[in-house]
């Protein structure tokens, strides 16, 4: 099972994806935490080379204005490692550190509106 946006595998699969802590948004009238419905994940590269970073870009623009995009991430609190197709996803711009010879360092992509 690889990383992909849309049925597209991604050119380079991830160094590190982690499942982000939601923040609470509040507390009831209980004080009850209240946590928001959609969970986010962050997907990073230590190296990239160029076209991998530039495929993100090109996910990126196709889908953030009115698009969501069906990601393919490991499974959200799931007793075994497996990839799980999620709909409705938004996908934020990606982002680099800087350049080393021809790579980017630190490349990170944000996955966003994540129904669990």
């Keep these: 099972m690889t990383y992909s946006i849309n ?14 802590a939601s923040e609470s948004l509040g507390r ?3 004080g ?3 946590y928001p419905g959609v969970r986010q994940f962050k ?10 970073t530039a ?5 990126f623009e196709q889908f953030h204005v009115t698009g969501t995009a069906v990601v393919s ?15 409705g ?3 934020d711009e990606p982002t680099f550190e800087s350049y080393f010879s021809e790579y980017q360092v630190n ?3 944000l996955i966003s509106n994540i129904r669990t």
Excluded: A, K
């Design 107 to 109: 490349v990170s992509l």
């Design 43 to 52: 997907i990073e590269w230590q190296l990239s080379f160029p076209s991998g």
């Design 73 to 87: 991430l490991p499974r959200y609190n799931y007793p075994t490692y497996e990839f799980f197709s999620y709909t």
């Design 89 to 91: 996803c938004v996908i």
């Design 28 to 30: 009831d009238g209980m």
């Design 7 to 20: 049925g597209t595998e991604l050119l380079l699969q991830p160094t590190r994806g982690d499942w982000l």
């Design 32 to 34: 009850h935490n209240v």
């Design 55 to 59: 495929q993100l870009q090109d996910f």
